[in-house]
């Protein structure tokens, strides 16, 4: 029998749900079952949009390690995150890529699947504190590739 689910735990899930629609899922494409959401929509902005979707996305696997999900589910949610962002480098085709993708969505799925596990363990606070880490880095390298591409193409064209 599983013990009932904390109702901090309930709202916080609900808001990092709420997240991953509005990311990946906000908006329907009328006449198909296709939608998609921010996600996409601001990674056709050079330099920002994919930095600014990829803190969203690491916000939700920072979240889920703080509700204590097991190191082996973390890594999935980042190799999610990770395939995401590479993908996202590539103008407009990674921005495709991300409508069928939905990286948030897998996550999210991944958080409910392991919530009762989540109860009775706690992630220890220094591989938090190093996936909150690497996190940054990745999103921020990503950052840095996007700066660079866009400067390197602004001096060949000008």
């Known amino acids: 029998?599983?013990?009932?689910?904390?109702?901090?735990?309930?709202?916080?899930?609900?808001?990092?749900?709420?997240m991953s629609r509005?990311?990946?899922?906000?908006?329907?494409?009328p006449g198909t079952k296709i939608r998609f959401g921010l996600d996409p929509i601001l990674?056709?902005?050079?330099?920002?949009?994919?930095t600014v979707t990829g803190g969203l996305s690491a916000y939700i696997v920072v979240e889920a390690a703080r509700m204590g999900l097991p190191r082996e589910v973390l890594?999935?949610?980042v190799g999610n995150i990770l395939i995401d962002s590479f993908a996202g480098t590539i103008p407009v085709l990674g921005d495709l890529f991300d409508v069928g993708w939905?990286?948030?969505?897998?996550?999210?799925?991944?958080l409910e699947k392991h919530?009762?596990?989540?109860?009775?363990?706690?992630?220890?606070?220094?591989?938090?504190?190093?996936?909150?880490?690497?996190l940054a880095l990745i999103v921020l390298g990503f950052a840095a590739i996007t700066v660079f591409t866009v400067s390197w193409l602004w001096?060949?064209?000008f």
Do not use: Y
């Open 1 to 18: 029998m599983k013990t009932p689910i904390p109702t901090n735990q309930i709202s916080k899930v609900n808001r990092l749900r709420r």
């Open 102 to 110: 939905k990286s948030n969505v897998k996550n999210i799925e991944l």
């Open 115 to 134: 919530l009762d596990i989540a109860e009775n363990s706690k992630s220890d606070r220094l591989f938090t504190f190093g996936l909150i880490l690497l």
């Open 22 to 29: 509005l990311l990946d899922n906000a908006i329907p494409i």
């Open 43 to 50: 990674g056709l902005l050079p330099g920002g949009g994919d």
């Open 75 to 77: 890594w999935k949610m």
């Open 155 to 157: 001096n060949l064209l």
